[in-house]
């Protein structure tokens, strides 16, 4: 018998290791489901493997780097002289925390009982799929499948990708040596995050943004917080540049990217999508066929690991008979910079009509100026009966700061609602409470602009 003619059915099919694809994977088997997950790759996918969680490491490291050398030691009494780096060290590191990382992943995949196949998998029909790996030919016939096979960076005409003078992010991330100088492309948190950690690195960065701005619709206030800091740190920041006019090299591109749906053989099981070629789902993750499901950067909305989670979930559980939808009213964004910045608003709040507006500086917060830092500020945006619409931080931690404010639009707080909480003192979070009162003309720690 030739292998691959054997047919193995399971309950659920999943396509793809990544946040999407192993989290709903893992809750599925929590709901009584056999389930098989497939990918070529190591557990986690390109976000912890390649992208999120390695830049994320590299920033910590380079933080404490950039702070142990920095002027703002000497004015708290602490000296520091000499002070290094080692980059094949700082990669071996960050190396470690992804194989921890993965390693996780996989114990929780088998304590599930999550079968794992190594190999690429694609449609013959809607009811099955072919794995080729490393046991050659196989063949699944599923109840249900979800595609959970991510994305990758956006190719541009003309630039192509080379790993040495065109780069991806993640091929950035990877760099076996430090170059003298590197010129970064794009307006979005990977782009600015990049930019932050080879400065703090001692490398000279140029970041060429095609917009007018360093991040797509951000708030200008904050945004120029960071511009200015981004400055302070050595990066010449360059607007309105299109890529392809770019001559510096070596470049990496932070241009977006493109749904992973390649060699699926989509048409096989009639499956749509986008013009993009992200897969058309609904929002309890069905495509175009009833039976299976996408997840993720596949489905061509924004790239965030946060969506991809929450979408798994939601997949697995209507497989399972639950009544349940994808239907976030904010998604929070977050970037690492010096200082951080986190962005969260509702539609209404983007509209930026009829707003109240809330604004308080981290000069005049207590915890802000013990920790040396009083660069930043907290914004909040509310309809005119106090509904809270969007918030934006700038601050040390600001990606923590924002949960509470995540949490409070969901629940369709007001900013009496936040002035009425009691906050640790003194607390970064107290910017939330002084904010809110700021919109309100009560600030205490401010001077109220209609009450001078």
Same mark, same amino acid.
């Given at each position: 018998m030739v292998v691959g003619d054997v047919t193995t059915a399971v309950d659920v099919l999943v396509l793809g290791a990544g946040p999407g694809g192993y989290v709903a994977a893992i809750r599925a088997a929590q709901l009584g489901r056999k389930v098989t997950l497939v990918d070529a790759g190591a557990p986690g996918g390109t976000c912890l493997n390649l992208g999120c969680i390695p830049l994320k490491a590299l920033l910590a490291a380079s933080e404490r780097y950039?702070?142990?050398?920095?002027?703002d030691l000497v004015a708290l009494g602490i000296r520091s002289e000499n002070v290094t780096f080692d980059w094949s060290k700082m990669q071996a590191?960050?190396?470690?925390? +992804?194989?921890?990382?993965?390693?996780?992943?996989?114990?929780?995949?088998?304590?599930?009982?999550?079968?794992?196949?190594?190999?690429?998998?694609?449609?013959?029909?809607?009811?099955? +799929?072919?794995?080729?790996?490393?046991?050659?030919?196989?063949?699944?016939?599923? %109840?249900?499948?979800i595609?959970?096979?991510?994305?990758?960076? *956006?190719?541009?005409?003309?630039?192509?990708?080379?790993?040495?003078? +065109?780069? *991806?992010?993640?091929?950035?991330?990877?760099l076996p040596e430090l170059p003298e100088a590197l010129s970064i492309a794009g307006d979005d948190y990977i782009a600015l995050e990049l930019a932050t950690l080879f400065a703090r690195l001692n490398v000279n960065v140029k970041l060429y943004t095609p917009g007018a701005h360093i991040l797509a619709n951000g708030d200008p206030t904050a945004l120029r917080l960071v511009q200015a800091a981004m400055r302070k740190q050595g990066i010449a920041i360059t607007t309105k540049t299109a890529a392809s006019a770019i001559q510096d090299?070596?470049?990496?591109?932070?241009?977006?990217?493109?749904?992973? *749906?390649?060699?699926?053989?989509? %048409?096989a099981a009639d499956i749509a999508r986008h013009p993009n070629g992200g897969i058309k789902v609904d929002n309890q993750q069905r495509?175009?066929?009833?039976?299976?499901?996408?997840?993720?950067?596949?489905?061509?909305?924004?790239?965030?690991?946060?969506?991809?989670?929450?979408q798994g979930k939601v997949a697995a559980?209507?497989?399972?008979?639950?009544?349940?939808?994808?239907?976030?009213?904010?998604?929070?964004?977050?970037?690492? *910079?010096?200082?951080?910045?986190?962005?969260?608003?509702?539609?209404?709040?983007?509209?930026?009509e009829g707003l109240m507006t809330g604004r308080f500086p981290l000069a005049a917060n207590g915890r802000a100026l013990t920790l040396g830092t009083d660069n930043g500020v907290a914004l909040l945006s509310a309809a005119q009966d106090g509904t809270l619409l969007g918030a934006t931080i700038v601050a040390p931690r600001a990606g923590d700061?924002?949960?509470?404010? +995540?949490?409070?639009?969901?629940?369709?707080?007001?900013?009496? %609602?936040?002035?009425?909480?009691?906050?640790?003192?003194?607390?970064?979070?107290?910017?939330?409470?002084?904010?809110?009162?700021?919109?309100?003309?009560?600030?205490?720690?401010?001077?109220?602009?209609?009450?001078?």
């Open positions: 950039a702070q142990a050398r920095g002027d590191w960050k190396q470690s925390v +992804v194989g921890r990382l993965s390693e996780g992943v996989r114990r929780l995949l088998s304590g599930n009982g999550v079968e794992c196949v190594h190999g690429t998998g694609w449609f013959i029909n809607d009811q099955e +799929v072919r794995v080729e790996g490393e046991h050659g030919s196989l063949r699944f016939k599923f %109840d249900a499948c595609i959970a096979t991510g994305a990758e960076a *956006t190719p541009l005409a003309g630039l192509p990708y080379d790993g040495k003078t +065109v780069l *991806t992010p993640e091929q950035a991330l990877a090299r070596p470049l990496v591109l932070s241009q977006g990217v493109t749904p992973r *749906t390649a060699g699926l053989h989509l %048409d495509t175009s066929r009833a039976n299976i499901y996408a997840v993720g950067d596949c489905t061509g909305g924004p790239a965030l690991a946060s969506r991809a989670i929450k559980e209507v497989i399972a008979g639950q009544r349940v939808q994808f239907a976030p009213l904010v998604t929070p964004l977050v970037v690492h *910079t010096t200082p951080e910045i986190a962005i969260v608003s509702t539609d209404a709040g983007n509209t930026g700061l924002v949960g509470q404010l +995540v949490l409070a639009l969901e629940m369709g707080a007001t900013l009496t %609602d936040l002035s009425e909480i009691l906050y640790a003192h003194p607390g970064l979070g107290e910017i939330t409470l002084e904010a809110a009162e700021s919109a309100m003309g009560k600030a205490i720690h401010i001077v109220n602009m209609g009450l001078q």
